[in-house]
Structure formats: structure tokens, C-alpha cells
């Protein structure tokens, strides 16, 4: 009988929610700014709202198969970056960070 060592993805889960949070509270502030000059920054600012709620969602699915979820979060980071560019930018870094740890952690 082989021992296989479990690994608690606990961490992973609550750094993308609060990377998800970040990125959230960011892209509504684009959204905002954006309703004041033009449309594209709108859409760009719902693309990241989009990306940040997938990152959330992705970070809890880590529990269940945690290289799908690492994979949804690195393009949750990247669709949240595209988004909100500079703004986003923290919540996208832990968004990728978390997305890298489920990758790579055993």
C-alpha cells in the first residue's frame, strides 16, 4: 500500500478570492471612470469584472481538480489584466499566483 500525502488547496482558494475581490472593486472603478468617456473602456471594464468573478469561482473549484483550476486562473489573470490594465493589476498578480500554485503544487 502506497501513502499518498494530500496537499490542502485552502491557500490557493483564499488568495484568488481575494485576488478576485481586488480585481472586482478595480474593474468596477473602470466601469465607473468609463461611463464618463467612451464605450470601449466599458467593455473593458466588463471583460475584467467577467475575469474576476471566473477567478473566484476558479480558486473554490481548486478543491476538485486543482490543474483545471489552475489553468482557469491564469486565464482569469489574464482576462482581468487585458481589462482593467493598471488598475487590476494586484488582483490579477494574486489571481496568477494562485493560478501557478495549483499548477505546480502536488
Do not use: H
Amino acid at each position: 500500500m502506497r501513502y499518498t500525502k494530500s496537499v490542502y488547496r485552502g491557500f490557493e482558494a483564499i488568495l484568488a478570492t481575494i485576488g478576485g475581490i481586488i480585481a472586482f472593486a478595480a474593474s468596477s472603478f473602470v466601469v465607473f471612470i468609463g461611463s464618463f468617456t467612451q464605450a470601449l473602456t466599458i467593455s473593458l471594464g466588463t471583460i475584467s469584472i467577467i475575469g474576476s468573478v471566473i477567478g473566484i469561482i476558479a480558486g473554490w473549484y481548486s478543491f476538485k481538480d486543482s490543474k483545471v483550476a489552475g489553468v482557469i486562473l491564469i486565464i482569469a489573470a489574464i482576462l482581468v489584466l487585458f481589462g482593467s490594465s493598471i488598475f487590476g493589476l494586484v488582483g490579477a498578480i494574486l489571481i496568477l499566483i494562485a493560478g501557478i500554485l495549483d499548477l505546480f503544487r502536488n
